[in-house]
Nanobody, 124 residues
């Protein structure tokens, strides 16, 4: 089970840190990712991190303002967003990959567990 938190109403230019806590054991071969979906738009990949090595992956449009990290002791992945823009408003979902997937982490099909999402609203 994945529990996302940290969303809310923020002003443009602010920073925000989202958290996603996973219950159960996460092994090194797993990966966790963040996706977001704005109203009327398709879900898009934001970032992912391999649990063991901590290798990070970002959507090209997300590089620079988004930082993904994980805390193994807390079974938690974080997504920090700097200089928030109105277009960052969306529901952010975390996802867990537990099949030692060897394909791309950029696609939703890589993940077999999803959290309920946390909503981010950005006022201009």
């Amino acid at each position: 089970q994945l529990q996302a938190s940290g969303g809310g109403l923020v002003q443009a230019g602010d920073s925000l840190r989202l958290s996603c806590a996973a219950s159960g054991r996460i092994v090194s071969g797993y990966a966790m990712g963040w996706f977001r979906q704005a109203p009327g738009k398709e879900r898009e990949f934001v970032a992912a991190i391999s649990w063991g090595a901590g290798r990070t992956y970002y959507a090209p449009s997300m590089k620079g303002r988004f930082t993904i990290s994980r805390d193994k002791t807390k079974n938690t992945v974080y997504l920090e967003v700097d200089s928030l823009k109105p277009e960052d408003a969306a529901t952010y979902h975390c996802a867990l990959e537990t099949r030692s997937y060897t394909g791309s982490y950029y696609v939703a099909d890589a993940y077999d567990h999803w959290g309920q999402g946390t909503q981010v609203t950005v006022s201009s």
